[in-house]
């Protein structure tokens, strides 16, 4: 009877404090590969008539999902009462749509898949856009959890004088709870995406806020092209180099260093995804979001 907590490859901080802060052992398995690269699991701790928590965090998803997906499968044969993922970041929730003919809309796949495998979810921040919950989506119960609090009083006590900036329309649900939080007056440009490495943005008025100190906020950083633009516009219309903030230090490729580059003084995330720039805590938030649904 009981609980206990597994972490995928990578989630340890993250498995570790919500371990402690529940008070729920954590379980030993064996994940690796075979010289061919298919994976071999193993779990060792017994699981019979357990709740299970797992901890996955889901960037770069396609080289997780088999894993997880045989971890469920094991799980579940050697007799788990109830398989819960918790997963602070959420992939594929961006192709929510078959923008041309043709095009697979990843967000139901996936979401299909995982409502297969497990029986409840708890997140952070999903890109919710067109879809409006992940209910719409996934059809285990779910918790979305929400870092615009933390990330605002961050904000209180590390900024002076900040003004809020979101790079796009999507961005004004978490810029605008964000700045309503950290008390401060806020502003979204307007984003048009031509291809993976090009984003062209609106030149709204900023003059305004010279004497603030901008506050880019995004809920994912890629690329970084979004942030790497906007910084491009704010300095033309000469104010302060700005402060970056993510929620999900998603960061392909060399992004974490074209955005130091283009010139922001500081990139901060919250700890969805480890990243030497995690400044801003999100346990708590998982945390609740384990207790809501009652699984324990
Ligand atoms: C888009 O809709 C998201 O909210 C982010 O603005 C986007 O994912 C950022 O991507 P990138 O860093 O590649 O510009």
Redesign the pocket.
């Given at each position: 009877m009981g609980a206990i907590l597994f972490s995928f490859p990578g989630n340890e901080a993250i498995a570790n404090a919500l371990s402690h802060s529940l008070s729920i052992p954590q379980g030993e398995f064996t994940l690796r590969h075979f010289p061919d690269g298919e994976s071999y699991l193993r779990i060792e701790s017994s699981v019979e008539n357990k709740d299970v928590i797992l901890v996955a965090t889901l960037e770069r998803p396609d080289d997780k999902l088999l894993p997880l997906l045989f971890m469920a499968d094991t799980l579940r044969t050697l007799k788990a009462k109830r398989i819960g993922v918790v997963a602070p970041y959420l992939a594929y929730m961006?192709q929510d749509v078959a923008f041309h003919p043709g095009e697979a809309v990843s967000s139901r796949a996936f979401a299909t898949l995982l409502s297969r495998y497990f029986d409840w979810l708890v997140t952070i921040d999903p890109?919710l856009?067109r879809i409006h919950t992940l209910s719409e989506l996934y059809s285990i119960p779910s918790y979305v959890g929400h870092a615009a609090g933390t990330i605002a009083q961050w904000i209180r006590t590390h900024v002076t004088r900040p003004v809020i900036i979101g790079?796009?329309s999507?961005?004004e649900q978490w810029v605008s709870q964000v700045a309503k939080d950290a008390g401060a007056p806020w502003v979204v440009l307007e984003?048009i995406?031509r291809g993976?490495h090009e984003?062209e943005l609106s030149l709204p008025n900023l003059e305004t806020w010279k004497t603030y100190q901008p506050v880019l906020v995004?809920?994912?950083?890629?690329?970084?092209?979004?942030?790497v633009e906007t910084i491009g516009h704010l300095k033309k219309l000469g104010l302060n180099a700005p402060t970056c903030i993510g929620v999900h230090a998603?960061f392909?490729a060399d992004?974490f260093e074209k955005l130091k580059k283009a010139g922001a003084t500081e990139i901060i995330t919250c700890n969805t995804i480890t990243h030497p720039s995690n400044r801003i805590d999100i346990v708590p938030i998982l945390k609740e979001g384990i207790t809501n649904l009652k699984t324990l």
């Open positions: 961006r890109h856009h790079p796009d999507e961005s984003k995406r993976d984003v995004d809920d994912i950083i890629s690329t970084a092209t979004t942030m998603v392909a992004a």
